[in-house]
T-cell receptor, first 114, second 113 residues
């Protein structure tokens, strides 16, 4: 299995631009998570889906952030408009979605907003 | 508000010695804990877990200890190896039976050859 695949690995953009991060979860996994890592707050959960349905988006910082999961093999996290404080590493993770199953993380997208 | 706290941002240990990484939590309802390990430019990977019905879980060189009365858990690595140099995160499910995890801020472990 290829694991969780995220793209792009690095994204540099200017403030005000739209940014789209992409994720392909592990085949057969029912839950998908978007996390953001910063020095100050560590790994923060932004949103998670179960069977393609958003279950909890309470961690999404503000309306500039949105996430979709149109099918079981693809999810996007969009920031529009982007701001310098959005600079962080964004991780996607998936799991079987059955109780305390461990999460499998992608390699992350390093986002820099100038 | 951090419900899982790792108060040591970094730790350096001599190769061959014991590494002890600490984690405190505030929510007494937490009943399961996990440790993840992260190398640079990679995502975190699962390392070891413990249920609250146990006070110790061991897997090779890695042992996690849980002290429920103190709301404290620790990860012991014995003996420490250079490949153990990484950032370690402790985590707990926010809801019973749910894989939605809250993570600590991480501890960067450096093993000195």
């Amino acid at each position: 299995d290829a694991g969780v695949i995220q793209s792009p690995r690095h994204e540099v953009t200017e403030m005000g631009q739209e940014v789209t991060l992409r994720c392909k979860p592990i085949s057969g996994h029912n839950s998908l998570f978007w996390y953001r890592q910063t020095m100050m707050r560590g790994l923060e959960l932004l949103i998670y889906f179960n069977n393609n349905v958003p279950i909890d988006d309470s961690g999404m910082p503000e309306d500039r952030f949105s996430a979709k999961m149109p099918n079981a093999s693809f999810s996007t996290l969009k920031i529009q408009p982007s701001e310098p404080r959005d600079s962080a590493v964004y991780f996607c993770a998936s799991s079987l979605g059955d109780g305390y199953e461990k999460l499998f993380f992608g390699s992350g997208t390093q986002l820099s907003v100038l | 508000d951090q419900q899982v706290k790792q108060n040591s941002p970094s730790l350096s240990v001599q190769e061959g010695r014991i590494s002890i990484l600490n984690c405190d939590y505030t929510n007494s309802m937490f009943d399961y804990f996990l440790w993840y390990k992260k190398y640079p430019a990679e995502g975190p990977t699962f390392l070891i877990s413990i249920s609250s019905i146990k006070d110790k879980n061991e897997d090779g060189r890695f042992t996690v200890f849980l002290n429920k009365s103190a709301k404290h858990l620790s990860l012991h690595i014995v003996p420490s190896q250079p490949g153990d140099s990484a950032v370690y995160f402790c985590a707990a499910p926010l809801n019973f039976g749910n894989e939605k995890l809250t993570f600590g801020t991480g501890t960067r472990l450096t093993i000195i050859p």
